[in-house]
């Protein structure tokens, strides 16, 4: 399993997946998650992937084979893509192309051949953008009611999303709730290990874009997952106890 | 779906289920889903329910109706077993009853007929015990490692249980705990909701076995509610932004 967490906010956007792939328990290994796509004069555009890892590395290898055969036909291709609705067509087609290849193949011998994918960025000068496209290759985009989209293993990590994180929410607090989210999935979930990859775009088209990757020892992750615990055990302890639960002491 | 949480502590069991049911998301009920097996003189034995309503109904229904059928072999019942062990075994082949019958039935026409259980309490002056009866009617007991089992909806509630939740917790902030589990996963998932159904049975022999529901508009849980959505944000606040996102100011 895989965590990958894309964040759209009034500031910028913010792209974060970890690393663990597994066939088994048994057959753990750690691959990159988080790719740039395009090629990077008018367009940061980035994808994370989760799910079968040969059918997202398939999903990607022909996005990549279109860009070197399509000459000509720039629309063709992520890399000349005029908007970013149609890099998502396009990820969503080649995510179609490699189920009736690799997932057909991954079918019959019952294997899941399901991948979903994260797609953000930004082409020109035209806004920001986030997608969602799912294992049949169809998509959404994030929009500003809930400023986030999750693909894998998404549940663990989503309680602290929606209570902490808005629109309005600053880019470093954003990167700081998205990094609480992956430790409460990998704290509950052994398929979500670091090292954690993440990509920061922000808004202003002056601002660099930043790419860091959380190592194993990252001391910064190590302060926030022990801080994070001793908040939680603190706040517990804050709450009152339930009025109607007052007992006698017990007679044996 | 549905939330079930068991605790097996040092001081006691607690165990808590939601009550909402849905047959897509146009067809929302509530029905109880935490029940009480046995007959209640020498025994104290519940069971929380989750999947197919349906299902889990007619495993309660079979259990009855063996209770009325067994005259003369009180180990074919929950009310007669001599022990938690049999219990859950007689539940889990209730459970193979069930998918004998309408569980084949639903799979017919493609619906989902799994359903888990479960079984907590004690017979006579045994130790106090906690099983998870699976789908197949094979089933687990909880151990004081990880003190806790949970079915159905588990993985939003699962983080605060990690880190929060051990065998030495005391009863009232266990429930108190348990509360802030289905807190978290009604914040992020619409087929979990109140009314809450809890029993806690202490330790202690002696001790009053309490029942509660916790109903829509409790006072108590609103405040809880509340508490931990504020206590959460200040909690986040509290942590340092990361150090690597030091950026100057926007040229544009």
């Given at each position: 399993m895989t965590y990958c967490l894309g964040m759209l906010l009034e500031a910028g956007l913010v792209m974060m997946a970890d690393t663990r792939t597994n066939a088994g328990v048994d057959?753990?290994?750690?691959?990159?998650?988080?790719?740039?796509?395009?090629?990077?004069?008018?367009?940061?555009?980035?994808?994370?992937?989760?799910?079968?890892?040969?059918?997202?590395?398939?999903?990607?290898?022909?996005?990549?084979?279109?860009?070197?055969?399509?000459?000509?036909?720039?629309?063709?291709?992520?890399?000349?893509a005029a908007t970013m609705f149609r890099v998502a067509q396009l990820v969503g087609a080649a995510v179609q192309r490699a189920n009736d290849s690799v997932g057909a193949a991954l079918d019959k011998v019952h294997l899941d051949s399901d991948v979903e994918l994260l797609v953000g960025g930004r082409i020109g000068n035209a806004p920001l953008k986030l997608f969602l496209v799912y294992s049949a290759g169809n998509f959404i985009k994030c929009t500003s009611e809930v400023p986030f989209?999750?693909?894998?293993?998404?549940?663990?990590?989503?309680?602290?999303?929606d209570r902490a994180l808005g629109y309005d929410t600053p880019l470093d607090e954003a990167v700081k709730i998205g990094l609480l989210s992956f430790d409460s999935t990998m704290k509950s979930n052994l398929g979500v290990a670091r090292p954690i990859d993440l990509v920061l775009v922000p808004r202003g088209r002056g601002e660099p874009v930043l790419s860091h990757r959380i190592g194993e020892d990252d001391p910064y992750f190590e302060e926030i997952t022990q801080r994070w615990a001793r908040l939680l055990r603190e706040a517990t302890q804050t709450i009152p106890n339930p009025p109607w639960l007052r007992r006698g002491p017990a007679p044996d």
């Open positions: 057959n753990f290994s750690s691959f990159r998650k988080l790719h740039e796509l395009g090629d990077g004069r008018d367009r940061q555009i980035f994808a994370a992937t989760a799910g079968s890892l040969s059918v997202s590395q398939t999903v990607l290898g022909l996005l990549e084979e279109d860009a070197l055969e399509a000459e000509g036909e720039p629309g063709r291709t992520v890399g000349g989209l999750q693909i894998g293993e998404t549940k663990y990590g989503r309680p602290i999303l």
